[in-house]
């Protein structure tokens, strides 16, 4: 059963997305070459995907050890049910937290932090966080390597 918000598309534009999570700055052109349209038709293929919201933002991936940040974690946190969203959006506001989720599972909230060393990492998860209202529970844990980006196909 498709989702009350499914949107359709076809080959092509999933073609399109995987081209773009690979290079949000790839042009329309250089797009078109790939499938024997004009730049005109690919922006407008995109523009459409924007529209319907498939694609929500271009966005830029960092190296943030090249920021000074050479620590990366999740944080998993247990909150009372009633605070869970309050919580959310608090953690949204604290320099270095990146992404949070809510989630069904053994933590109501998974944060992705970049930060300079655990020593500030410490210092955030036995500070501030601690200090939020609402939080029962506090599990960091730092990510040894990232594996990201599309495996070469055969």
Known sequence: MASENHVDVDEIDLKIIELLKENARM???DMAKHFGFSDVAIRKRVDKLVEKGVIKKFTTVI?????????????????????????????LSIPGIEEVYISLGLYDIIAKIH?????????LTEGKLNDINGI??????IVFSEISGKKNQV
């Open 136 to 141: 029962l529970e506090v599990r960091p844990s």
């Open 27 to 29: 042009s329309y052109s």
């Open 63 to 91: 190296d943030h050890k090249k920021l000074g940040k050479n620590v990366t974690a999740f944080i998993f946190i247990k909150t009372r049910s009633d605070k869970t969203n309050e919580i959310a959006d608090q953690l």
């Open 115 to 123: 930060c300079d060393d655990v020593v500030a990492l410490k210092s």
